[in-house]
């Protein structure tokens, strides 16, 4: 593939760099040269996106690619045609970029280009061309996210986390034991480097990434990612520091490790760290107010309940139902008039009386007991129209407590179903009292009994 002199000259630019960037930067600055050049030759084009492509991808290690892949596009979206748009889209790709990627991963010497090259070839040449690649790319992409990492070319932690898990996975996708050993131990080495209380992403790695393949770890690999937990967990529930408390960082590190202790049957661990975490909230939540204190609180006593701490959950109740009392105070109440003529009232509640006492019984039965196909009807609308309240979480108090909760739309349809017919019951119940008086005055039922 022949590469223009305008792209060769951005691509240089980044290739003789040695501070971090972001792989996108590429992209974008190749956009920004493309701009003055007018038209381009079908050539011209291929090489532009061969090169543009390649640094827009975006990565993903569950392989939730629309292709199968762990390189996924940045965008997706729908047309008004239905169709679906992708960009980029390796549909708009071949062979001769496959082979333009397998040259430039083996010349270039920028190890944040080279690894996004080589991976390239070795995830995405089945799906563009349908061949299966060289083994070779991965072992290039592994050594070179090594070296980006080691050389603290990444614009953020969390980047440098990720080239370590894909340098990961990539070796034991390859069966590469002496790959996956060096990976190993650099990313103790990083996480000695990184580690900071405060952001838990650059430290949960070394478990999240490492545990689940712990068969693969010596004992005393294994052993030192629990001690790093625990360090942390100690760190970042004492309050007496305050630059490193965090609860939420607390409840990351007791969960990971509650998972190990599950795993070994030490029901007592999986109770002390539980329970570590729970305090750490107990202690910010004295400052707080009452309705985040209660938000806080609601968790750490489900999960004291599920773990078998009854004592502590009990008195964590009695600390979010005392903070819970004045919970009126954080609330501002939105009323919302509805104006209702009383002839159109009468008329509404006279249609549902009729002669005899069965029929306007059954009317009123039908038209009080409320549909869950409109409820569901509303609730899809809902989301299409005010998608961001339908993200939020309801939870519904009483007396300063929690009494139900329901997640998103989307995440808990039964639960927001369930609410919205509540809802729905609740406003019509003036109506269902007012045409209950009608009938008793037009119709004087009595009780009967045998």
């Known amino acids: 593939m022949r590469v223009p002199d305008w792209i060769r000259a951005v691509l240089a630019d980044y290739e003789s760099r040695t501070t971090s960037f972001n792989e996108v930067q590429i992209a974008d600055s190749l956009s920004m040269a493309r701009q003055s050049q007018g038209d381009l030759s079908d050539e011209d084009w291929a090489a532009f996106l061969a090169e543009s492509t390649a640094f827009l991808f975006l990565e993903s290690r569950r392989r939730e690619s629309v292709w199968g892949t762990s390189f996924a596009p940045m965008i997706t ?5 239905s169709s679906e748009l992708r960009s980029p889209d390796i549909k708009d790709l071949n062979a001769e970029t496959v082979k333009h990627w397998e040259e430039r991963a083996r010349s270039v010497a920028n190890p944040v ?142 969960e990971r490790l509650a998972q190990h202790y599950e795993r070994a049957q030490k029901k007592e ?82 249609s549902l009386m009729d002669d ?14 409320h549909s869950v196909d409109d409820a569901r009807a509303f609730l899809e609308r809902a989301r299409r129209e005010t998608p961001l309240l339908s993200l939020i979480p309801i939870v519904r108090m009483e007396d300063g407590r929690p009494s139900a909760t329901a997640g998103s739309v989307e995440d808990d349809r039964e639960g927001r179903l369930h609410m919205q017919l509540a809802e729905t019951i609740l406003f019509y119940q003036p109506f269902l009292g007012a045409a209950l008086a009608r009938l008793k005055q037009r119709h004087n039922p009595t009780v009967m009994t045998s």
């Open 113 to 254: 280009m080279k690894a996004r090259y080589a991976d390239l070839v070795w995830d995405l040449s089945a799906a563009i061309g349908g061949e299966k690649p060289s083994a070779d790319y991965a072992r290039i992409a592994i050594d070179s996210y090594l070296e980006a990492a080691d050389k603290r070319f990444y614009t953020i932690e969390i980047k440098g986390v990720h080239w370590l898990q894909r340098a990961f996975d990539l070796s034991l996708s390859i069966r590469d034991k002496d790959r996956r050993g060096r990976v190993v131990d650099f990313m103790f080495a990083f996480y000695d480097r990184i580690a900071s209380p405060r952001r838990i992403g650059t430290w949960a790695f070394l478990f999240d990434t490492l545990y689940p393949k712990r068969d693969l770890l010596t004992p005393e690999q294994q052993e030192r990612i629990i001690e790093k937990l625990e360090t942390m967990l100690k760190t970042t529930s004492d309050r007496s520091v305050p630059e490193h408390f965090d609860p939420f960082g607390a409840k990351a590190a007791a």
């Open 269 to 350: 661990e999986v109770q002390r760290v539980i329970r570590i975490y729970g305090q750490a909230f107990e202690e910010i939540s004295k400052d707080a107010g009452p309705m985040l204190a209660t938000a806080w609180l609601q968790p750490v006593i489900e999960r004291f309940q599920q773990v078998g701490l009854k004592a502590d959950a009990e008195r964590f109740q009695n600390l979010s139902a005392q903070k819970g009392k004045t919970i009126g105070d954080d609330m501002k109440q939105v009323a919302v008039s509805v104006e209702l003529k009383q002839d159109e009232f009468e008329a509404a509640i006279n």
């Open 356 to 369: 005899d006492l069965r029929s306007s019984l059954l009317r009123i039965a039908a038209y009080f007991v």
């Open 77 to 81: 979206a729908t047309r008004t045609d």
